[in-house]
């Protein structure tokens, strides 16, 4: 990491070196800007070097420094929030958002580099606008951190916020469908080089525990009108209203240049709750190899590389959810997983999705396992499907 910061020519290089793709495009357009806040205590000192603001998502470059060892994670693996410990972001004391990611990296010189995601709250309730929305293009966000790794205490960080949404469009489609008693209502659509976040409302009748019984089952996935499938990158959702509308806010990676539609995609499991699922493990001897992952499809691997500084397996999967079967996929030598570093989709030959999956470097002597789960079919909720138009 202290190698590759220091060949990174532009603003923004914790996000560069950090990021995934489409956050490293958002930096090559110019949507960082660079700060300088720190805040110490507990002999630890935390410097905000770099913001990303475009409307939809936030991202924090971070450093840390001290003049002792730098404290471990904490024993659930978190660094900056605990499980009864809480990250703050307020904006004039309201409450902005939340802490939805923290990737962190330690230096050999002894310092950590970090980046912190930061989500909005999604879309109040009809009439209201959410604090996001009501701010201007620039406001001071108020970080208060409760622990770095181990070691608890309260650093709080004033962080002048620019909003960078040249390239962030959203619109308002109020589209609807049905499904018996339960009416979904698309009510936002926003887009950036980041990603697309939708929220939506799901309607039901009061008291009606079919229709209940049948939202709290539905999940989501997303493709473009070609049927490329787009990543899942988080979202919330919670009941009000008496428990008879759902809001959810789901986030996606960002549309194919060529692509002009988002298509949701409602789906419910064919398991019964708690079985269906299970786990396999085959060695990876002669390829390429198919294994199994239940009654929704399969993956077969077509090659593997063992580079000196990484691990690169190449294999396709076959089913309706692509996405979820391609991240199923790991790799264990010795009785431990490799380090997962990045997943990419990278085509399509009719019913086949091809990935690219890139792990730690694994020992070229010892024997390597494939490890999948297996899943139960799943079932469309065609009714609900909602083809929303970006471009």
Known sequence: MAEALKHVPFIGKIIETMGDEWLQNANCKGLTVPVEQSATDQGIT??????????????????????????????????????????KATVNGEDFGWLNGERVSMTEDGHAVSMLEIEPHGEPGPGEKRLADKLGDSFTLQVEIPQVGAVKGRWVLQIPVQKQGMYTTKQTPMLEKKLGNITMLMRSVASSPRGIELN??????ANDKQAYQTVLGMAFTATDEHGYPLDNMGGEGGMYGDETIWETTLSYSPLPESSK????????????????YGQSETELASLPLTVEQGAIGKATVQKLEKLDEKTVLHYEVTGPLPGNQAGLISLVQNGEALE????????????????????????????????????????????????????
Do not use: C
């Not at 539609?261 to 019964?272: F, N």
């Open 46 to 87: 935390l410097t905000v070097k770099e913001v990303m603001y475009d409307g939809i998502r936030l991202f924090i470059g971070m450093e840390e420094h001290s003049g002792q060892p730098l404290p471990p994670n904490d024993k659930n693996g978190r660094r900056y929030a605990g499980l009864d410990n809480w990250f």
């Open 200 to 205: 939506f409302h799901t309607i039901l009748p």
């Open 261 to 276: 539609e988002i298509v949701l995609k409602p789906y419910r499991s064919l398991g019964e709750r708690g079985a269906g």
């Open 340 to 391: 997962r570093k990045s997943l990419k989709f990278v085509g399509k030959n009719g019913e086949a999705y091809s990935y690219v999956q890139e792990f730690s470097p694994l020992d070229k002597e010892l024997p390597v396992r494939l490890t999948t789960y297996t899943m139960p079919q799943i079932e469309f909720y065609k009714e609900l499907e909602m083809r929303i138009p970006i471009r």
